[in-house]
């Protein structure tokens, strides 16, 4: 267990992202690591040749650099957390 310090949460940010039926994001990088976490709904995050459908409870790690896409399942909306952090 460790505490996030003043300095260590200057890196982290945290985002509640609404996405609508059938949107997503477009394939794309960034040089942070990312944690998605799907609150609501379904999703499924493809990159670097994999594919997962996250369901509500699910998480992905993407490593800085990695290239990925996200789109929305079964015409519904879906509810992400995403935990990003900047080197």
């Given at each position: 267990?460790q505490?996030?310090?003043?300095v260590?949460?200057?890196?982290?940010?945290?985002c509640?992202?609404y996405?609508?039926?059938?949107?997503g994001?477009?394939l794309?990088?960034s040089?942070?690591?990312?944690?998605?976490y799907?609150?609501?709904g379904?999703?499924?995050?493809?990159?670097?040749?994999?594919?997962h459908?996250?369901?509500?409870?699910?998480?992905?790690?993407?490593a800085?650099?990695?290239?990925?896409d996200?789109?929305?399942?079964?015409?519904?909306p879906a509810?992400?957390l995403?935990?990003i952090?900047t080197?």
């Amino acid at each position: 267990l460790q505490k996030i310090t003043e300095v260590q949460s200057k890196r982290t940010t945290v985002c509640y992202s609404y996405f609508q039926p059938d949107g997503g994001a477009e394939l794309s990088s960034s040089p942070k690591e990312r944690v998605y976490y799907v609150v609501k709904g379904s999703i499924t995050v493809s990159g670097g040749g994999e594919k997962h459908v996250l369901e509500e409870g699910g998480l992905v790690y993407i490593a800085p650099g990695e290239e990925r896409d996200l789109v929305v399942n079964d015409g519904k909306p879906a509810e992400v957390l995403a935990i990003i952090v900047t080197p």
